[in-house]
């Protein structure tokens, strides 16, 4: 079997963000969705298989704290990472209680966002082979 590239999809209010690292995925190998909110998110999600979520967390609309809780509940499969500026250990705990597999602060090397993204995609698989 070939291998076969996991799907992440970008959420981020910010147009910058979503391009750059939609850039530096697809320059890993990565296939990328792009959503700017927490609704196309959700839309996204409903019609596309999807590997990760690489979430902010200060989005209008909805928090990514709101869209993390839903994701881990409606597609316990997908593997989360939160991206966000918000750097204090309150907030942190927040996103893992949601159900964040990993939390990186902006700005961050790109080297450091893929390491997490095989670090989460890893546990991820490992806490389904247990189910």
Known sequence: MAFQPYRV??????????SMLGKMLGANGYRYLLASSGREAREILSREPVDLVIMDILMPEESGI??????????????ILILSAVDDPETVGEAISAGADGYLTKPMEPKELLAQITVAMYYRKQELATE
């Open 9 to 18: 999809l970008v959420v981020d209010d910010e147009e910058i963000v979503r």
């Open 66 to 79: 709101e869209l993390c809780k839903a994701i881990r509940q409606q597609y316990p499969r997908v593997a």
